[in-house]
Every structure is written in C-alpha cells, then in structure tokens.
C-alpha cells in the first residue's frame, strides 16, 4: 500500500485530507504537533529540520500534503522555514509535494490573479507563505504549490469558528463586507490535493478555490443561515476603515484547474446550504 503523509493532520483541512485519503487506499500517516488528536499520530516539529529529516527518511512516503502552518498566522518558522524543511526532505526521498500555499500572498490590488502573477504581500502571513513558496520551487521544482482561499463547509474553518464567536459573543470584532474572497468547501480541496499527489504531472503554482466571489461578512451571514444563528447577531464593518491596509478583493483564477482536475470546485452558494457533516 503506498504511504501519504499529511502534515498537520490535526487541522481543519489536513484532518479531512487524512481521512478521505484513507478512505480512498492509502497508507495515510498524519502528524500533529501539540497533542494527538483523531486522525494524526505522527509528533513532528517542522521547525526542526532534523526532525522532518528523519521523520521522512523512516517513513519513505510516496507523497507528502504540506498542510501544517503553525498554530500562529505570523510563525514565520512554521509558515516558512518549516515548509523548507518538508521540502527538503521530501526531496531527499523522492517524495511528492503537495505545498498548500494561499491567496494571501497577493495584495489585491490586481484584484484577479492568475498563476504566473508575482506576489506582493502586505502582512506578515501573507509574506510567510510567498517565502515558503520561493524556498518550496528552488529545493522541489517539481512540487505542486496549491494556492487556495477560505476553506469551509466541515464546521471547523477558521471562518467558520469565528462566526459562532462574534454571534455568541465569545469575540469582539467584524465581518468584513469589502473583503472579497473565494471561498473552497474543505472536501473539495482535499480531493483536489488528494488528485495531485496522485500523479507527478503537474508542478508549480495551482489556483485551487471555488468559482464564486463573497465577502466575509456574506460568507458569515451563509454560515449563519445554515447553522441556525441569528444573522442580525453577525457584525458588520468595512476593512478599509477598521484595519486599512489588508487585502480587499482577491479572486484567484482557477481555469488550469479546473482543466487539470477530476474533482468538482463547487460554489460557496450551493455548498454551504447543506448541512455540517
């Protein structure tokens, strides 16, 4: 049976990526950094080089879904230097990579972006990624970097989190209307990468998001509507007013990907009227 490691199994995506994978006949091996949790056995600091190293060297995967991050959006040794690392060792192995990447290495200021557009960030975590990007090209060229958007649909996207907070109470803060983003269901992005790692034909930077623009504060209110809050408990601000200098309107092209893939990328409109599963 081949072996898939998913890094960071414990998370929102790299938990469904592990358990459809095992689903479909992998040997899936998911790690986990802080404690172990349902699908991730594996205890792997990628921040620590060596560890990766051996880690890999012992298990040998066939391919390698880069999901870990860091448990802090501005880790850059997580963000960063821990996807050299994964790369690096996958390299060494002759493991496939799968390198989840996001749409916040853009500024929006171009508002739509296609693969050959260079980054230009303008926070931390966005400058974190493009890093990772650059150090996952020149050690693994023949890795696959998929670029995606807000994930949601299992329940436990950050999205999805923080709007049960700001409704609850739990948080203060907004949901941002000028914020325009690309929302991905967490299922369809882990076939997506599932798919890649399954063959060794496509390499380099891949938009991989749902076809459908939707800003924040909407994707919230949809959240709303189908967990059952009060969509008058959902607050409501602009970014450009709150917190100037974010990204506003970021739409990543996914027409390679869409020619590429089996898997459908389905519109944040249809998928989140179904409920949680």
């Not at 092209?253 to 869409?258: G, M, P, V, W």
Request: with cysteine; hydrophobic share 45%; proline share 5%.
């Amino acid at each position: 049976m081949t072996t898939l490691l998913v890094t960071g199994a414990t998370g929102a995506l790299g938990r469904r990526v592990y358990d459809r994978a095992a689903a479909t006949g992998w040997n899936t091996v998911g790690t986990y950094f802080a404690a172990a949790e349902g699908s991730a056995e594996l205890r792997l600091d990628i921040r620590d080089r060596a560890a990766v190293d051996a880690a890999l060297r012992d298990l040998r995967p066939a391919a390698v879904i880069h999901t870990a991050a860091g448990r802090d959006r501005g880790d850059w040794r997580s963000i960063a230097d821990g996807a050299a690392h994964v790369a690096l060792a996958a390299a060494a192995v002759g493991a496939r990579l799968v390198h989840v990447s996001s749409d916040a290495i853009f500024s929006g200021r171009e508002v739509h972006y296609t693969e050959d557009a260079l980054p230009d960030p303008t926070y931390r975590y966005g400058a974190a990624k493009a890093a990772a990007e650059t150090a996952v090209q020149a050690i693994a060229p023949a890795a696959v970097l998929v670029r995606t958007s807000t994930i949601v649909g299992g329940g436990r996207g950050a999205h999805e989190v923080l709007t049960h907070a700001l409704a609850s109470g739990a948080r203060t803060g907004y949901l941002f209307t000028d914020e325009i983003r690309m929302p991905v269901h967490v299922d369809d992005l882990a076939d997506a990468l599932l798919e890649l790692a399954a063959t060794g034909d496509v390499r380099g930077p891949l938009h991989v998001t749902g076809p459908e623009p939707v800003s924040r504060h909407a994707l919230g209110l949809m959240v709303a509507a189908r967990d059952g809050l009060d969509p008058a408990s959902i607050p409501a601000a602009r970014s450009a007013d709150v917190m100037p200098g974010r990204p506003l309107d970021v739409r990543l092209d996914c027409t390679l990907a869409r020619s590429l893939l089996r898997t459908t990328l389905r519109p944040a409109s249809q998928f989140m009227t179904q409920p949680v599963r």
